[in-house]
């Protein structure tokens, strides 16, 4: 690790043997058991957080609480700027912070740079929103009356995310919520608490240097049994979990017994559809990036490729001879395409899948296996796999959180792909490779992809802020990040002002007294 500068990265964001997990801005406290981070990339452990227990959740509540009543009153641009400062920081320590991702999640240290890049984007996108958070004006039908409608800040935001993403889609949610007047209760996943630790200090000196409430950002640790704390808490309006999708089925469902909202961002069985038409290039430097890009651990990866007939031992061929250039190894080193997995189970589930592919009658093109030897101590790594085939298998309907690509055909036209990639449960991402103005506004027509994301000549995976992110049917329907999404962090008033001295009621209702 010290090769690497991890040891300076982690003095750098004040990241320490054992950290106390809980905190309140800078105030860190916790007695609870500690959780070990170890790294997939060479299995040693890296430091200690203590979780977080019901008695310090209640403190963390406490204080939040009290925060958001002073935070929600200070103006949305002066909120702007504490986020402007947030993304400058950021700049500052975005080498430390993507060296951090990389090890302590095993994404490659490029991606880690890209996921903390992400973050400084969405400052950026929340310090221009803070002076356009804006509602409608509407036409009263009653003389002498004003209508329009504003949005309030909502309260305590409480977010769950996942190990995937462990401090990106954290950013995506604070700094929205934050210019929206809410004040944030993190959660992270419990096999990243360090990024969780490293995000904290950095956001907790900025509050401090400007003299704010530090409840504005809180941070609590654990495991399941922490995040439902959170889903039972009337005092939290707005739960944003990202994870599988078994999860949001339970915090779904949690949150809306006590009538809460909840912005869930769950998994994702993405597709590329690859038609007669498409530019076979793109489509494999698409495909392959897409599969094996964060070892096939992005919510967007690409899982499945839906190809024509006509062009299928093409592209088949293409796909596998350019997996055999893939090098496969420590995600610190930028020789390497491929990282490890997260950590061991992750790598019985996929051995599992694919034992599962082949006993459903798939063909394995490329063979999987667990790497052994020097460099692979930490039994995290895996070779990416491609087998061959049918949409209608058990485990090509399910996400494997691996690097495991499966090849469809289609014949006929494009109606029939669009139906194979319409045909999972999940609904996140989706891509059609084609050069064909009619198959791509038939893929993105009423009666094409049913997913939040729809690409034409893209991958799946790797969206931009500036959109809203997320992903329709068992993906859960939430929206983070850009466009309208920040609407979720707030609640919306209607308001009608009457500047005469009658009272006219709606609607034409008499009532005379
Ligand atoms: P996970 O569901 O195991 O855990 C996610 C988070 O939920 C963790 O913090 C965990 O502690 C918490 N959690 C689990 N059960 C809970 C419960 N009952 N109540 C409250 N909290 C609970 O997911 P993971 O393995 O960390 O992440 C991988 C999954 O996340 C994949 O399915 C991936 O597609 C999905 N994901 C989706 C998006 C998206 O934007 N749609 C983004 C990243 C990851």
Redesign the pocket.
């Known amino acids: 690790a010290a090769s690497f500068g991890i040891n300076k990265a982690l003095e750098q964001l004040g990241v320490k043997e054992t950290n106390l997990g809980t905190s309140i801005g800078s105030e860190f406290f916790g007695t609870g058991e500690t959780i070990a981070s170890y790294s997939p990339v060479d299995g040693v452990l890296i430091a200690k957080v203590t979780s977080t227990t019901p008695e310090d959740y209640e403190k963390v509540m406490t204080t939040a609480t009290k925060a958001f009543m002073e935070w929600r009153t200070v103006p949305a641009p002066q909120r702007g700027e504490i986020v402007r400062q947030f993304g400058e920081k950021l700049r500052e320590l975005k080498e430390p912070l993507g060296k951090l991702v990389s090890y302590e999640m095993g994404k490659s240290y490029q991606e880690g740079l890209g996921e903390v890049q992400e973050m400084i984007d969405i400052c950026d996108f929340a310090v221009g929103l803070s002076r356009q958070l804006h509602g409608l004006t509407m036409h009263s039908e009653r003389p002498g009356h004003r209508m329009y409608e504003q949005y309030h800040p909502l309260g305590v935001v409480g977010i769950?995310?996942?190990?995937?993403?462990p401090v990106a889609?954290w950013a995506w949610n604070t700094a929205l919520a934050w210019v929206c007047g809410d004040v944030c209760v993190w959660?992270?996943?419990?096999?990243t608490p360090l990024c969780g630790i490293a995000c904290q200090n950095i956001i907790a000196e900025v509050l401090k240097n400007n003299k704010l409430p530090e409840g504005i950002s809180c941070l609590i640790n654990g495991?399941?049994k922490v995040?439902?704390l959170?889903?039972n808490d009337k005092r939290i309006p707005l739960v944003s979990?990202?994870?599988?999708?078994?999860?949001g089925k339970?915090?779904a469902q949690?949150v809306a017994a006590r009538l809460g909202k909840s912005l869930l961002?769950?998994?994702?069985n993405n597709a590329i559809i690859v038609t007669p038409d498409a530019d076979i290039k793109m489509t494999v430097i698409g495909a392959v990036f897409g599969a094996v890009g964060t070892a096939g651990?992005?919510?967007t990866s690409t899982r499945r490729l839906i190809i024509h007939e006509s062009i299928y031992d093409q592209v088949k061929n293409a796909i596998v001879d350019a997996y055999k250039q893939l090098k496969i190894g420590n995600p610190l080193d930028q020789n390497n395409h491929v990282g490890p997995l997260i950590d061991t189970d992750a790598v019985e589930m996929y051995e599992k899948a694919l034992q599962k592919a082949q006993k459903e009658g798939g063909n394995i093109l490329v063979a999987g296996g667990v790497l052994k030897g020097e460099g692979y101590e930490s039994g995290c790594y895996v070779k990416p796999a491609i087998v061959e085939a049918e949409n209608s298998f058990e485990i090509v309907q399910e996400?494997t959180?691996a690097p495991i690509l499966y090849l469809l055909k289609y014949t006929g036209g494009v109606e029939n792909a669009i139906a194979q990639q319409n045909g999972v449960v999940q609904g996140?991402s989706s891509a059609i490779m084609t050069n064909n103005l009619r198959e791509a506004e038939r893929f993105l027509s009423a009666a094409g992809s049913d997913c939040g994301i729809a690409n034409v000549n893209i991958g799946t995976s790797g969206a931009e802020i500036g959109g809203a992110?997320?992903?329709e049917k068992e993906?859960?329907g939430g929206r983070?990040s850009g466009s309208d999404a920040w609407k979720i962090y707030m609640r919306r008033q209607t308001n009608t002002i009457n500047y005469t001295t009658e009272l006219p009621l709606a609607q034409g209702i008499k009532f005379d007294l």
Request: proline letters at 2%; a negative charge; glycine letters at 16%.
């Open positions: 769950i995310s996942a190990f995937n993403f889609v959660k992270p996943s419990e096999k495991d399941y995040g439902e959170m889903t979990a990202t994870g599988s999708i078994r999860m339970i915090v949690k961002e769950l998994g994702g651990q992005r919510c996400e959180f996140l992110f997320g992903g993906t859960g983070e």
